[in-house]
């Protein structure tokens, strides 16, 4: 007899080694059942439908799949959704209330700080967390905490420019609550 998850993604029936696991996404709380070594990326994009983090090289090597942890940026497709359960995960998705944009997101777009999109997901995720982290100091510093995260079509100039736009106007406090988990 298999178990429904409470969650209004569609998910297929469990499995006989799945096991629960409630993660807390943009400030909802979801119960999945996932094989215990599902990663977050997989979870968040098989599970529960938000497909806004991307899965680039699968070997936290690029950056695509980057999300927040409690306040924490991680690469998600190096983790295991069960060592989240009950944590605060923020998805590209989350960042906003309904439409509105992110801070983040509206630099990115004013600076067209991105080309094909594939990694523009994580490189926002990124630098929400780099801004909430204080590393903003000088070029060099953001471009060495940026480093995680790869763009294939070189808009590096305009992704760095929308960052320091970010921080000279908002100021790193205006995005410190999603860093923290909040929105």
């Not at 094989?35 to 695509?64: N, Q």
């Not at 079509?153 to 995005?175: F, M």
Request: charged share 15%; glycine share 10%; proline share 4%.
């Amino acid at each position: 007899m298999s178990r429904a998850p409470t969650t209004t993604a569609a998910v297929p029936s469990v499995g006989p080694d799945e096991v629960p696991v409630t993660l807390r996404v943009n400030g909802q709380a979801h119960t999945v059942f996932v094989d215990p070594r599902t990663t977050l990326l997989d979870a968040l994009r098989e599970r529960l439908a938000l497909t806004g983090t991307k899965k680039g090289c699968d070997r936290g090597a690029c950056g695509a799949c980057t999300v927040l942890v409690d306040g924490q940026r991680i690469n998600s497709c190096l983790t295991l959704a069960i060592m989240h359960d009950d944590q605060a995960i923020t998805t590209i998705e989350g960042l906003a209330p309904g439409r509105e944009l992110h801070p983040v997101q509206a630099a990115f777009l004013e600076c067209d700080a991105f080309q094909c999109g594939y990694c523009t997901p994580g490189q926002i995720m990124s630098a929400v967390a780099l801004l909430a982290e204080g590393h903003i100091g000088s070029v060099a510093e953001i471009q060495e905490w940026m480093s995680g995260n790869i763009c294939r079509c070189g808009a590096y100039n305009h992704i760095l420019a929308a960052i320091q736009d970010v921080a000279s106007s908002q100021g790193v406090a205006a995005i410190q609550g999603v860093a923290e988990g909040g929105r």
